[in-house]
């Protein structure tokens, strides 16, 4: 069989739609405009791109960005009074500091100084410790933890009593949406590079969560038919052709095709959530911000 694809873009796209008509309502409601500020520390390509991506998916559904560019060599002190500034500022609902900061800045203190209530990253520690706890609410999830929640959800796929792996256990993803998949009746385990028989644990998998960060790691023979995939990888690799590299997942796409019911590509599957999920946490400040 082959395996259906999850649409990230789409699905993405269907939600920054909704976004954009939410927005609109608002401001036509005559409240505010919803606001996200970027804090970029340094000149990294790849962190300025993505910053530069938040910024566009920002305008394209009416939420206004703030960018605030600072060197590399900033102090922490001047660093978390600009994060202070911003929290005070009530055109800011939104507060994202890209990572990973340069080194020297220490990135914990800098996540503690954002006021919980313009966390859209949804990293701040209390953030994450309500989300570990049962029956606690955290204000935001981490969006692309969010993203791949989301994207099961929309795709159909049943999570309760689902055996759900999570191959990876970053605070930014693996950890954060093992704790979702918790929360929504799976039982979940948590692979990572300790983890002993990990094709033998992988193959119990209905749901696979693959956010470990190494080029086509899982392989075809390691799934059991009819998995539902979610491939947060996102690996360069390099290639023979005049381009000479590619982008791949965790997951050998093309043997995982053959075995899985469903399956997100790489690029065009998780990514494009990420931002979605941050356009919804920076609409969810704003009404909060209403009162």
Request: proline share 5%; charged share 20%.
């Amino acid at each position: 069989m082959a395996a259906q694809l999850i649409d990230g873009q789409a699905i993405a796209n269907q939600i920054q739609q909704e976004i954009k008509e939410q927005v609109a309502a608002r401001v036509a409601a005559g409240k505010t405009v919803p606001g996200l500020a970027t804090v970029l520390v340094g000149g990294d390509p790849a962190s300025a791109m993505y910053v530069s991506m938040k910024q566009k998916r920002c305008a394209k559904v009416g939420i206004t960005s703030f960018h605030v560019e600072l060197p590399a060599d900033i102090s922490q002190e001047a660093l978390e009074k600009k994060v202070a500034d911003l929290n005070a500022d009530p055109k800011v609902h939104g507060i994202l500091v890209q990572l990973p900061l340069p080194k020297g800045l220490d990135e914990e203190r800098v996540l503690q100084a954002i006021d919980i209530n313009k966390d859209v990253d949804g990293f701040h520690p209390l953030n994450i410790g309500r989300l570990a706890q049962k029956g606690r609410e955290p204000v935001f999830l981490p969006a692309t933890p969010a993203g791949c929640i989301e994207l099961l959800i929309r795709s159909g796929v049943k999570m309760e009593g689902a055996n759900a792996v999570v191959l990876g256990r970053s605070n930014i993803v693996g950890m954060p949406v093992a704790l979702l998949l918790v929360e929504r009746n799976a039982t979940v385990t948590i692979c990572h590079s300790r983890t002993k028989d990990l094709p033998g644990l992988i193959r119990q998998a209905d749901i696979l969560i693959a956010a470990v960060g190494r080029a086509e790691m899982v392989k075809g023979d390691w799934l059991k038919e009819g998995v539902v995939i979610i491939d947060v990888g996102t690996n360069k690799i390099e290639t023979d052709d005049e381009k000479g590299y590619k982008w791949v997942g965790d997951v050998d796409f093309e043997a995982a095709s053959k075995v899985a019911a469903m399956i997100t590509p790489v690029p065009g599957g998780v990514g494009p959530m990420t931002i979605a999920m941050l356009l919804q946490n920076t609409l969810k400040a704003a009404a909060l911000a209403d009162g």
